[in-house]
């Protein structure tokens, strides 16, 4: 039976990382992949691509799209089906590249969800927010704390600021996103696959996600 692969699109900040976490620890057999996770792990362990991008990222600017296609591409072909994108695509460019390289292997994208957030919402919590590397678990201050502040609940290991999780660099973001957002939704709404769903918080959203999710995948016969 064919299985989930779905897409989260979302402005910077709107949770698409925590909603992914939701989804995975209720559908442990499914695999997920952030762009932006991949990336820090590389600025964290000093690579080559950490080199080129490290700058990029703490402005808040995209990253060249052959080398973050060529990155998400390698990681994708060590998954088996039954997946969800967090970060890739988020240009046009990307989309068609990602759809080309799918689509022959009949395991192209098949549910495409907008997280809808007020920017007013997503600026306060970013201000708030930090990441464990290595997972890319996510914590907020006030509405997800860390049980010991600084430290990640499942390893111990320190948390962290992200290089862009500051207003300069969250201004470009934000600038960036809606700028190449409109193209990306027509293209998945073409192909009949987008939903957007609007809400304030994770817990507000998941439960509609969830529905979301559960929809379509008994509607397409798709498995999670
Ligand atoms: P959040 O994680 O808060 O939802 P975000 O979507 O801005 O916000 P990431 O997806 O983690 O954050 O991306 C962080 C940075 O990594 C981006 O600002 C960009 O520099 C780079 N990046 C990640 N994915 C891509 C991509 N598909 N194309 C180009 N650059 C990317």
Redesign the pocket.
């Known amino acids: 039976m064919n299985q989930l692969r779905l897409l989260l699109l979302?402005?910077?900040?709107?949770?698409?990382?925590t909603q992914t976490s939701k989804l995975l620890a209720q559908f442990p057999q499914l695999k997920a992949i952030?762009?932006?996770?991949i990336?820090?792990q590389h600025i964290k362990n000093g690579t080559r691509i950490g080199t080129l991008?490290a700058q990029?990222?703490k402005q808040?600017?995209?990253?060249?799209?052959e080398l973050?296609t060529k990155l998400?591409f390698k990681h994708l072909s060590t998954l088996n089906d039954g997946w969800i994108l967090?970060?890739?695509?988020?240009?046009l460019i990307?989309a068609q590249n990602l759809s080309q390289y799918l689509n022959p292997l009949g395991k192209d994208i098949n549910l495409v969800i907008e997280l809808d957030v007020p920017e007013s919402v997503?600026l306060s919590r970013?201000e708030e927010?930090w990441v464990h590397l290595q997972s890319g678990r996510t914590y907020n201050d006030t509405y997800n704390a860390p049980k010991t502040p600084g430290v990640d609940d499942i390893t111990g290991e320190p948390l962290v600021r992200?290089s862009?999780?500051n207003k300069l660099?969250m201004q470009t973001?934000i600038r960036?996103?809606k700028a190449t957002i409109a193209p990306l939704r027509q293209f998945y709404k073409n192909k009949g696959l987008l939903s957007v769903i609007s809400g304030d918080s994770s817990d507000e959203i998941y439960p509609l996600l969830l529905d979301t999710v559960l929809e379509v995948s008994r509607a397409q016969e798709t498995q999670i």
């Open positions: 979302g402005p910077p900040g709107a949770g698409k990382g952030s762009s932006g996770d990336l820090r991008t990029f990222i808040g600017k995209l990253v060249p799209n973050i998400v967090d970060g890739f695509p988020r240009t990307q997503i970013i927010r992200r862009d999780d660099a973001r960036e996103y």
